[in-house]
């Protein structure tokens, strides 16, 4: 095969801002006028009527080619899941394109499910809310519910998902959302649910998912699930993306920088 | 593919990437799909729509222990205050031939679009989970909503057969007109409710404020008087009792009075009666969905 060859890029990030607002935030002292104040006079005196932008993600710009996994690291509250559901389409950006081939998915159905219902239920809708059609979902059915191992315990499937432990309910999330196949899919922090055992089983699958998915992103705290994964990492520090490049040369830097109390700023 | 992909791109200029994506067919993240695609992805997303909107209403009663009890035992309860202030408190039952039908028909067919508005109102700011978590046509939510509330009245109305046999009505070939009336008054519930769910996605506020637009909204549409005995005897202006008999929800309740109570007859409806619920539904229908698909890509923003 030439070098030369291009590669096909599957998602471009290009100069990505994202803002965030968030209202009622005054500073306690007459937030009721603030709040007058910001439906009169929309837009001009957002900030000092106590809407607060938070800017999230600055200027970020990188390609993603097919067949790469990404990791994506930082300090807590850097932009990675905020990035992440840009990325998937979910969350606008500010300015700057995000340019995607086909339709990035982000791993994750918990929204869609509902406690009060059971197992079995809880399944098929959320198959549905992430675009399964119902004949796949009823032939996938069997493999979900066994690979959750909801039901190694006896039937809980057909019980209401309020009653599952934390571990059981986050295993059947997990189970639901790795379901299905995806061009390029987002992982956030989805590797730490469940007990050892499901763990392993978990990384399994997102091996599995990253064959068939043209990139894979994942974001997590967990350097080591980041290193058994990925071969690029990018390097995000309070929304500015401040390293890209292969997983070993960026962790060492990041791990520099958050073992040593943020001191030795590389670039 | 070779693994030598990944000496990485030194971050090329920004018209470079804009180039780079349309050499390979990229297309932007997000944006908004044009209104016939709009509808074909809402269309292939009917059997979510239809999963959750059961969901929502099954999950409602599943703590209580009569259950599922509630779906009918909650609009009876409802009737029956009604008619204690109403009917027998303020006396408003007066010459309406059949009242408690009369009352409760209006409410059943009121609290329809008064819940389906309300749910509507919260569909986008209070699912924003879901909004960030899952990718699909955004309208699914307030249709979704607005089905559950039409679920909720199929339950209904099966508690409103047991008191029209219950108070000596006959059912007649008329009663084939509920479907029609449920359905126009469907569609412009939804209509409604797209409406508001963009509204209330930019600002929640509006729920706060909605609870006493509806109730004003309520007490001029003869959920529980007649317009048109009421105002008929009155000195009201002619053009008065036009406007509020040609309101849509006076409309809907009119027609399923007219459809199920054997003493409601024809001429206590409104003129061109059907083309008032039809050009309702289709105003609020098309309008409402083409104002909601207008900012679908901005739901979701913080």
């Known amino acids: ?267 | 593919m070779s693994q030598v992909l990944h000496a990485p791109p030194p971050a090329p200029a920004e018209d470079d990437l804009a180039a780079l994506a349309a050499r390979h067919g990229l297309s932007v993240s997000g944006a908004r799909p044009s209104l016939p695609e709009y509808v074909r992805q809402l269309w292939a997303r009917r059997h979510f729509i239809n999963a959750f909107a059961t969901a929502k209403l099954t999950a409602q009663y599943s703590e209580a222990k009569l259950g599922q009890v509630w779906q009918v035992a909650t609009p009876l309860l409802n009737a029956a205050v009604y008619y204690f202030v109403f009917g027998i408190l303020l006396g408003t039952s007066r010459g309406v031939a059949d009242y408690v039908p009369f009352l409760v028909t209006g409410v059943f067919v009121w609290t329809f679009t008064q819940n389906s508005i309300m749910s509507g109102t919260r569909a986008i700011s209070g699912n924003l989970g879901l909004v960030r978590a899952l990718h699909f046509p955004r309208a699914a939510l307030p249709v979704s909503f607005a089905l559950q509330q039409l679920q909720q009245l199929l339950f209904s109305m099966a508690a409103l057969v047991l008191i029209l046999l219950g108070f000596g009505m006959t059912p007649g070939v008329s009663w084939v007109l509920v479907l029609p009336v449920l359905a126009l008054q469907f569609v412009f519930n939804a209509g409604v409710s797209m409406v508001m769910a963009r509204m209330g996605a930019k600002t929640p506020d509006i729920a706060q404020l909605m609870p006493f637009v509806l109730r004003t909204w309520m007490y001029v549409s003869g959920v529980m008087w007649s317009i048109d005995r009421t105002l008929t005897r009155s000195d009201v202006p002619h053009v008065v009792k036009v406007l509020l008999e040609s309101n849509p929800a006076a409309v809907y309740i009119d027609l399923m009075r007219f459809a199920l109570i054997d003493s409601f007859k024809a001429h206590q409806l409104p003129h061109h009666v059907w083309a008032l619920a039809l050009g309702w539904a289709l105003l609020a229908g098309v309008g409402g969905f083409i104002y909601f698909w207008k900012a679908e890509e901005t739901y979701g923003r913080g």
């Open chain 1, 1 to 267: 095969m030439a070098e030369h060859t291009e590669p096909v890029p599957t998602v471009i990030a290009d100069e990505v801002d994202i803002v965030y607002r968030v209202n009622g935030t005054g500073s306690g002292r007459g937030s009721a006028t603030a709040a007058l104040n910001r439906i009169l006079r929309r837009g001009k005196a957002e900030k000092a009527a106590g809407v607060r932008r938070v800017h999230a993600v600055k200027k970020v710009s990188f390609v993603a080619y097919k067949g790469e996994a990404i990791g994506l690291i930082g300090t807590n509250g850097s932009g990675k899941s905020t990035l992440l559901k840009a990325v998937a389409g979910l969350l606008p950006v500010e300015s700057g394109r995000i340019y995607t081939d086909g339709q990035p998915s982000l791993l994750g159905v918990n929204a869609a499910l509902m406690n009060d219902l059971t197992g079995e239920r809880n399944v098929h809708l959320g198959g549905l809310a992430m675009g399964m059609s119902r004949e796949e979902i009823k032939s996938r059915y069997q493999e979900i519910v066994d690979f959750s191992g909801i039901n190694e315990k006896g039937d809980f499937i057909t019980l209401p998902m309020r009653t599952y432990s934390s571990g059981m309910a986050a295993r059947l999330r997990f189970s639901i959302a790795a379901a299905k196949n995806h061009d390029v899919l987002l992982i956030d922090e989805a590797l730490a649910t469940g007990d050892r055992k499901f763990q392993q089983r978990s990384e399994e699958r997102i091996r599995e998912l990253r064959k068939e998915a043209g990139t894979v992103f994942l974001v997590s705290h967990n350097n080591k699930s980041i290193r058994d994964t990925c071969e690029r990492v990018l390097w995000l520090e309070r929304g500015e993306l401040r390293m890209d490049g292969p997983t070993e040369e960026v962790l060492e830097a990041y791990e520099a920088f958050t073992g040593g109390a943020g001191k030795r700023p590389r670039k």
